[in-house]
């Protein structure tokens, strides 16, 4: 038996608690890990209270990322003692997720934990870290260098903002984050922003192009801000588009496109393929001191994983959260 987050059907709606489940009742799985640690993600938050269609099958597990110790593989790829983490492939959606004590999951989905972190640490980048270096290698492969210009990182002070934020200066880029929190000016300079700019300014629809002042950009709000922000990128640069903290729209013209060669790059972390995600762990890895992140980890028992939940809905909480669940 072990203690797991439950999200079950019910006539009116959804109900969720923390309940004892049975090792059988875990879902088919080639291998089976011991839960050590996850996070709480905008994701959880919507499946646990309910406010967004986020569980695809009942009654659910949430949790779509979690760090731990293999239990028992039926795959050559892992053996009993392997440190392992998981986010995405569906888990917490479709397929129980992290948010219990064990978990059993295909091996496929798995990433070996890179030798310079603990389960913890892994946990503190989370999805959020792995997502921003995704957004990173975009930006790489799309041919944006250090020594093309400033590069923009929008929700700066939001999780996968203050990574790629971290990330890029750590890489030599100047790195201008954007953002609605002024009073986080001092916080981002600290992590590497070279220069910190309010967002306000692009909320407002401006001009099909706009003077082209940045070589790339990483945006996580979508919406007007990212159209704002395609409307200045220099001729040739690009940028990734991986949230929609500001919104699903995108009020933009062609004119960035076929006038200045701007790229618009998708991420996807969820789906990403095998080696693309274990290359992003691994670059991770080799630039991030996670130490430099504690100061905005906040960390609740598996017990208060609900409560948390709610409190991340509710705007009561701050940076990353990661939940110690044995
Ligand atoms: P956070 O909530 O930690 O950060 C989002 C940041 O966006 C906030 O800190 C804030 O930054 C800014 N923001 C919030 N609301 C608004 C608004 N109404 N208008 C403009 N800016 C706003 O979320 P994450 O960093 O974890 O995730 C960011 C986005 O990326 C989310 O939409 C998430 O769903 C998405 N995501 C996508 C993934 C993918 O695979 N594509 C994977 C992981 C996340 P500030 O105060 O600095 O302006």
Request: net charge negative; charged share 20%; proline share 5%.
């Amino acid at each position: 038996m072990f203690d797991a987050v439950m999200i079950e059907k019910t006539e009116t709606g959804q109900s969720v608690s923390l309940r004892q489940v049975m090792k059988d009742e875990l879902p088919d799985g080639d291998v089976l890990v011991k839960v050590e640690w996850s996070t709480l993600n905008y994701k959880d938050a919507l499946a646990i209270t309910g406010k967004g269609p986020i569980v695809k099958s009942w009654p659910m597990v949430p949790g779509i990322d979690f760090s731990g110790t293999v239990v028992e593989s039926r795959t050559p790829d892992f053996r009993p003692g392997d440190k392992v983490l998981l986010n995405g492939w569906g888990v917490g959606e479709k397929h129980w997720g992290g948010l219990a004590g064990l978990a059993r999951v295909s091996g496929e989905w798995l990433t070996p934990l890179p030798a310079a972190f603990s389960t913890r640490q892994a946990m503190i980048l989370g999805t959020a870290g792995y997502t921003s270096m995704l957004c990173v290698m975009a930006l790489e492969h799309a041919g944006v260098q250090p020594s093309g210009g400033p590069v923009l990182v929008t929700g700066a002070s939001g999780g996968v903002g203050s990574i790629a934020v971290m990330l890029l200066s750590e890489l030599g880029y100047e790195t201008v984050a954007v953002t609605g929190r002024m009073a986080e000016k001092d916080y981002l300079e600290s992590i590497g922003a070279s220069r910190v700019i309010d967002r306000e300014p692009f909320t407002h629809k401006g001009r099909p192009l706009e003077k082209a002042e940045w070589a790339g950009a990483v945006d996580v709000v979508g919406g007007q801000v990212l159209a704002s922000v395609c409307a200045a990128i220099r001729p040739r640069g690009a940028v990734v588009a991986c949230g929609l903290a500001g919104g699903m729209d995108l009020p933009l013209t062609v004119a960035p496109f076929i006038l200045r060669g701007v790229s618009l790059l998708g991420i996807d972390s969820v789906l990403c393929p095998r080696e693309e995600r274990r290359e992003a762990w691994n670059r991770l890895a080799a630039l991030i001191d996670v130490t430099r992140l504690e100061n905005v980890v906040s960390e609740y028992p598996l017990s208060k994983a609900i409560e948390a939940a709610h409190a991340l809905m509710d705007g009561r909480t701050h940076g990353r959260i990661l939940i110690r669940v044995s």
